[in-house]
Structures are given as structure tokens and as C-alpha cells.
């Protein structure tokens, strides 16, 4: 029997974006399903009571919510292109870092953006930063040749970040600080699977000038 | 069933020659869930007792993003941090002993969002609703807490199959991530004057809390009432942070 898999998404978001490279990576064929975020279906409310949030992958009929934790189903369910590494320890440290980028990083960018680039903001948000430029080592990807749950859970990073920027005017990710960073954003946004994600660059700079009040 | 034993055993004294060690401080629900876990999996450790107020180069340099116990130390390996990452860990690296996480992979799933959902939104309701003045919050916490405790209700009554733990016959994931705020949970009732899991509202959970504290395993890690208490006191400022706390038997 063929696999059901349906992705309740919203074209835009960083977070359903994870599990798009995801699925790619796999090759796993999906419906996509958009999401009015202003008026949610009642599929969505259904398949996510708690938080009712995208994105919801549904497999056969079984709903699973928050994106890495479906980016680590994915991995446990279809083999092919590993997305965690296999060794117990490499994969915490993985995990780590993944964990690291949603509960420090990305929130200390938010606010460096949502200040529109006040100086001690972009300092902590550079500091956070500073971990991942670390991090990277020399290597192509977090993940080594190959990009992994790490690259992934920095999506954001690699392409929305900069959008913001443009929109706001500001730079926080700047190239002389993070070096290895930029380059890293710039190889990641053309991996195939990631390519076919992203949404044009100037909707998404359109949608943050709205945002940030810059349009 | 010879040659699983055979198995478990090679894999216990590979993990005992190995050596393990976990840096943490007394009362801290966290290093409780990595204590419950290497107990499971009968890892012989060393624990490193960390005065939070006064932070160690060891914490510093072993966690320098977070500062955060608990830290796990496994022989030449760089030290691991958070607490679920760590009992993964462990259920990978000894997974024929004690089995953690749930063998299924939709179960697996459902385990670590509620796993997530417990550290990033419950807990922090919950401490949240201990530090606020605010009383107009308070309510709107009150709610947010007694609604998710319906949530992990339902939850527990959909992974335990009609067992008595989360994980079914034996001690799983959820029940030593959740099961480690217990104590707190008690105190909360007793200082607030509200019952986060409450006979009438979430009659299972109730049960299951009452089979998981009364668990041979559980008794040995988790902290006595008096250092709950403590622990309690100083989060809501009546104590400054105490480093010489006894560390419990």
C-alpha cells in the first residue's frame, strides 16, 4: 500500500519549510496543503489542538506536529539519505545544536530585527551567532558534506534572516564577523533540496517591509 | 532469550567500564530525569554536585552556551547537555536494557512533542504562575496549566494502552520526563491551593502518579520532601541559593 503523506503548511514559513528539505532529501511524495493562518481549517485545529500551528505532516492518516520533531520522524521512518547522524553521540550533539538555534539563536535574532538593529540586541544576537560561525569548523555543512538535522533546523538562517535585513535596512549576520557563516547560508539555499522551498526573495522582503513597518 | 541476556549484559559492562559521569544540583527536576534514566539503564556513574550560585569552570567550560545542568561526562566524549537529549542518549547506547523511548515510530513522535511541549510551555506556565503578581495572569495561567493537564490526560490514556505508565508495563520516556516534576507538583498544590493533576479532573494521571512515585526505581532518585521544599523557597526568593545542600541519599 502506498504511503498517505500530507503536509499542512503555510508557503512562507521557515518552520514548514524544515520538513519540506526533509521530505526531499527522502524523495517522499506529498500533498501540500496551504494554510490561511488567519483562518485555520478545521483539519489543523483538529490534527494540532495544542498549538494549532503548521506545519502538521500527516502519515497514513496519523498527524505529527512541531518540525523537528516530524524532521526526526521522517529520519526514523524512511531510510535512504540519513538525516541524523548514526553514531548515539554525534546525533546528541546534533540535537544540541538544533535545539540550541531554536531556543537561543533565533529568538535573540528575532529581537535584534523586532528592535530594528538597536546595538546591544544585535550584539546578543551575534554573540548566539558566534557559537554556530564556531560550529561550522570548516566544513561545507553543519552536517560535513552533506547538509543534516543542524542545516535544517537553521533554514531560517539561511534565508529569511537576510530578507529581514534587506526589508529593515540593518545587517546582523554580517560577512567580516561570520565568514564561514555566509558562505554556509549561501551553499545551503542552492542544495537542490532546499532550492525548490523558498519562497522568491522579493516576496519575502515585501512581507517583511509590511512587516517591520518599512513599505 | 539467552543470547539477548548475553547481549545486555556485554552492553552494562561496556557502559561501566566506560566512565560516566553527570554534573548537577540538588532539587533540580532536569538532573532528576538523567539520574531516573541512568538508574534504569544500571549505569554506574559519578555525580558532581554543582552549586548553581557560584558556577564552576567545569559547568562553564563544559556548557559555555547555556550554563545549565545537568551535563553528561562519558569518558573522552564532549560533555552532552539538556535533559532529553541526554536520555536519548543513553536509551541509543544501551538500547537492549530497559528500553526508554517508545520501539514505534508514531509513538516515538508523539512522546518527544509532548516531551517539548512539557519543557517549553507547561513548566514555564508553572513557573510563571509561582513568580507573578499579577492576578488577572495568574487566572489566565491557572487555565493554560489545568487545560494542558487535561491534554496529558488524554495523552497518557492513548500511550499507555490501559497500562499503568506512559511507556505501558514499564517506566518509558514521558513518565520520567513528567514524573520527575511530581514533587514539584505536590508542593504547587500545597503552596498555591491548586491541584495540577487532580483526582476528579484527571483521574488517571492521578493513578499513574500515585504507581510511578510508589516504583522501587523512582524512590531511589527522586529528592526528599524537605529538599522540594527547599528548592521551592529559594525559586520564590524566601532563601538565598543554598550550595551546601546534603545531596540525597
Redesign the interface.
Known amino acids: 500500500m502506498a504511503d498517505e503523506v500530507k503536509l499542512y503548511g503555510f508557503r512562507g514559513s521557515p518552520y514548514g519549510c524544515r520538513v519540506e528539505i526533509a521530505l526531499n532529501l527522502k524523495g517522499i511524495e506529498y500533498e501540500f496543503i496551504q494554510e490561511d493562518l488567519s483562518d485555520k481549517s478545521a483539519d489543523l485545529i483538529k490534527y494540532n489542538?495544542?498549538h494549532k500551528k503548521i506545519p502538521v505532516l500527516m502519515?497514513n492518516g496519523?498527524p505529527?506536529?512541531?518540525s523537528l520533531?516530524?524532521v526526526?520522524?521522517i529520519d526514523?521512518?524512511w531510510k535512504g539519505v540519513p538525516i541524523l547522524p548514526r553514531d548515539?553521540?554525534e546525533?546528541?550533539?546534533a540535537?544540541?545544536w538544533a535545539?540550541?538555534i531554536d531556543d537561543?539563536c533565533i529568538p535573540a535574532v528575532f529581537k535584534a530585527l523586532g528592535s530594528h538593529g538597536q546595538e546591544q540586541a544585535v550584539a546578543e544576537a551575534q554573540e548566539?551567532l558566534q557559537?554556530l560561525e564556531n560550529e561550522l569548523k570548516g566544513n561545507k555543512f553543519f552536517g560535513g558534506d552533506n547538509i543534516n538535522l543542524v542545516d535544517i533546523s537553521a533554514t531560517y538562517l539561511a534565508y529569511w534572516l537576510g530578507g529581514a535585513e534587506e526589508a529593515i535596512g540593518i545587517k546582523v549576520l554580517t560577512k567580516d564577523k561570520f565568514p564561514k557563516l555566509t558562505e554556509w547560508c549561501e551553499n545551503f539555499v542552492n542544495c537542490q533540496t532546499v532550492k525548490d522551498t523558498l519562497i522568491p526573495r522579493e516576496i519575502l522582503v515585501a512581507f517583511y517591509k509590511k512587516r517591520f513597518g518599512k513599505a | 532469550m539467552h543470547q539477548l541476556l548475553n547481549h545486555c549484559l556485554i552492553q552494562i559492562s561496556m557502559a561501566k567500564k566506560c566512565e560516566m559521569k553527570l554534573l548537577g544540583s540538588v532539587g533540580s527536576p532536569f538532573v532528576t530525569r538523567v539520574k531516573f534514566a541512568l538508574k534504569l539503564k544500571s549505569i554506574d556513574y559519578e555525580y558532581i554536585q554543582e552549586d548553581l550560585a557560584n558556577k564552576s569552570e567545569l559547568l562553564l567550560t563544559s556548557n559555555?552556551?547555556?550554563q545549565k545542568v545537568p551535563v553528561l561526562f562519558?569518558a573522552n566524549?564532549?560533555p552532552?547537555?539538556?535533559s532529553l537529549?541526554?536520555i536519548?542518549?543513553l536509551d541509543?547506547?544501551l538500547p537492549d536494557v530497559h528500553p526508554i523511548l517508545p520501539s514505534n515510530?508514531?509513538d516515538?513522535?508523539?512522546s518527544?512533542?509532548l516531551a517539548?511541549?512539557i519543557d517549553t510551555l507547561y513548566c514555564p506556565w508553572m513557573k510563571e504562575f509561582m513568580l507573578t503578581r499579577e492576578s488577572e495572569r495568574k487566572e489566565e495561567l491557572k487555565r493554560l496549566i489545568i487545560e494542558g493537564s487535561m491534554?496529558l490526560e488524554e495523552a497518557f490514556v492513548k500511550l499507555s494502552k490501559g497500562k499503568a505508565f506512559f511507556g505501558g508495563d514499564e517506566i518509558g520516556f514521558l513518565d520520567i520526563v513528567v514524573g520527575c516534576f511530581l514533587g514539584w507538583i505536590k508542593f504547587f498544590g500545597i503552596i498555591f491551593g491548586f491541584n495540577v493533576i487532580d483526582e476528579t479532573r484527571n483521574p488517571r494521571l492521578a493513578q499513574w502518579g500515585k504507581s510511578l512515585w510508589s516504583h522501587e526505581a523512582t524512590r531511589s532518585v527522586i529528592p526528599s520532601d524537605e529538599i522540594h521544599m527547599n528548592f521551592f523557597k529559594m525559586l520564590l526568593g524566601f532563601l538565598p541559593p543554598m550550595p551546601d545542600m546534603p545531596i540525597p541519599a
Do not use: C, N, T
Open positions: 489542538p495544542v502519515h496519523k505529527i506536529s512541531e520533531v516530524v526526526e520522524y526514523d521512518v548515539a553521540h546525533k546528541a550533539r540535537r544540541f535545539k540550541f537561543k548566539q557559537f | 559555555p552556551g547555556l562519558h566524549k564532549q552532552m547537555s539538556e537529549i541526554i536519548e542518549y541509543e547506547i515510530p508514531s516515538r513522535a508523539q518527544r512533542f517539548y511541549y491534554m
